[in-house]
């Protein structure tokens, strides 16, 4: 893991050891878009190729439909 929303535990974003993958899991099915854009930055940072990122967009709806 190299980045962790230590208040509430909303956001992690975690990483391979070569960088060869890039997860930003969050516990909403949106994550605040500011947030999203800080950790994109800081991974860039780090050198992670952030342009082949893949967004995921989930439905609103509640439940396991």
Do not use: C, Q
Request: neutral net charge; charged residues 35%; hydrophobic residues 40%.
């Amino acid at each position: 893991m190299i980045a962790l929303d230590k208040e509430n535990y909303r956001y992690s974003m975690v990483a391979g050891p070569r960088r060869s993958y890039l997860w930003i899991l969050s516990r909403d099915k949106v994550l605040d878009e500011k947030i999203v854009a800080e950790l994109v930055a800081r991974a860039k940072e780090w050198g992670f190729d952030t342009e082949k990122l893949i967004y995921v967009e989930h439905d609103k709806k509640g439940g396991n439909e």
